[in-house]
């Protein structure tokens, strides 16, 4: 077959197939470019975002950890991300959103700072995340999934130094595992995150050591 031929089955192939959806990364650029009277909101995101909701949030949450925020932003930014997490675990397949959270709003700045700090790594993510390796009962899996980043995003709202970017990233790194259905992203944020709860364990438990021996 030549590679002409091949290219038109392929694209024959797509369009039987339907639109594809946009990736998140190409969403959050979109709000981030985005200039009218209000700022975006989480509803205008989750109505975006669609199916994926709980992915991308975890993904935007998660990632809100990397750019620069005022003193106390994380626990603010965190209290929704423990709302997203937590509707996974008890095995919600939608996501539900209070009055308050859906109107919280997100400044186009804010998005456009995380989008050139972190939209790389999740373009790069996107292109290379596929589903493979995906363990079966998926609804188990996803219930463990949200127990876990319930607890990482817990300690993101602790307003102490180091507790909010390891933890953060992890669970963005599982949203973007639970988009695709990829087994293998899912191992690197389980190992990200224990991780990070270790080093944590270390450095707070070796304080209050020390602290303890000065008494």
Known sequence: ????????????????????????????????????????????????????????????????????????????FGLPLILFTLQLALGRHKVWLPQRVRKISLKPETLASLMTRIGPFIRRAERLARHRLWPQPEAMLLSLVGWVCLFLALIVTIPFPLTNMAPGIAIAIAGIAITARDGLWLIAAAILGLASVLFLVGVYGGAVLALLHMF
């Open 1 to 76: 077959m030549s590679p002409l031929a091949f290219s038109r089955i392929r694209r024959e192939f797509r369009r039987r197939k339907g639109k594809r959806q946009r990736r998140i990364s190409a969403i959050l650029r979109a709000f981030s470019n985005r200039r009218t009277a209000s700022d975006p909101t989480i509803e205008d995101l989750s109505l975006a975002f669609d199916t994926r909701a709980f992915g991308a949030f975890f993904v935007l949450f998660g990632s809100l950890n990397l750019v620069p925020l005022p003193p106390g932003a994380s626990t603010i």
